[in-house]
């Protein structure tokens, strides 16, 4: 168990469709990474956020956005569904320190699946 | 070209061999690597951590580095059947995640 939860699990929803996929991080870690794996495309790195505040941008869609809370929790909304958008998505969390390196933590994802 | 090349396999080794997986990569700036194994429909857990080139040993697993020919490598000793799963290799130019790129990942089969 890395410490990293996520939920849902599972989730299938109609095309056109809005879902938000939750995150808790590894406690005291302050960043927030959001990753989506497909089969084709392989872990793609989506969204970063630090204590709060977006720190990176990957290969995020416009249709999705992302937000980090207070409590460090963070969500990953995903909006205007599309049958390509089925993936496992992935949060994962670091620890602030610089001798953790990049080490990140990911969470057993959320299924998403989109008909 | 990808920044990071993976043979995806599948591999297929009989229990007790050594596995070796392997990743090149074009970027001479990545100094951190990593090995992340991954059991189907599960999160990636991460198995190796080092910081620029030599030599790693945890348990049956070892990672290499040799940055002068960008090639990084896992050896699996011993290999159970628990060791099936697909194995990520990572790497990333400084600290901070955000930039962590990902091999496609190799799928391992140990048979009994």
């Known amino acids: 168990d890395s410490g990293v939860t996520q939920t849902p699990k599972h989730l299938i929803t109609a095309t056109g469709q809005r879902v938000t996929l939750r995150c808790s991080p590894r406690s005291g870690d302050l960043s927030v990474y959001w990753y989506q794996q497909s089969l084709d495309q392989g872990l793609q790195f989506l969204i970063q956020y630090y204590n709060g505040e977006e720190r990176a941008k990957g290969n995020i869609l416009e249709r999705f956005s992302a937000q980090q809370f207070p409590d460090l929790h963070s969500e990953l909304n995903l909006s205007s569904l599309e049958l390509g958008d089925s993936a496992l998505y992935f949060c994962?969390?670091?620890?602030?320190?610089?001798?953790?390196?990049?080490?990140?933590?990911f969470g057993e994802g959320s299924w998403l699946t989109v008909v | 070209q990808k920044e990071v090349e993976q043979d995806p396999g599948p591999l297929s080794v009989p229990e007790g061999a050594i596995v070796s997986l392997n990743c090149t990569y074009s970027?001479?700036?990545?100094?951190?690597f990593m090995w992340y194994r991954q059991y189907s429909r599960k999160g990636p857990e991460l198995l190796m951590y080092?910081?620029?080139?030599g030599n790693k040993e945890d348990g049956r697993f070892t990672a290499q580095v040799d940055k002068s020919s960008k090639y990084i490598s896992l050896f699996i000793r011993d290999s159970q059947p628990s060791d099936s799963a697909t194995y990520l290799c990572?790497?990333?130019?400084?600290?901070?995640?955000?930039?962590?790129?990902f091999g496609t990942g190799t799928r391992l089969t140990v048979i009994p």
């Open positions: 994962a969390s670091s620890a602030p320190t610089v001798s953790s390196g990049n080490t990140i933590y």
């Open positions: 970027n001479s700036a990545f100094q951190y």
């Open positions: 990572a790497m990333s130019m400084k600290t901070g995640a955000n930039n962590l790129f």
């Open positions: 080092t910081y620029s080139s």
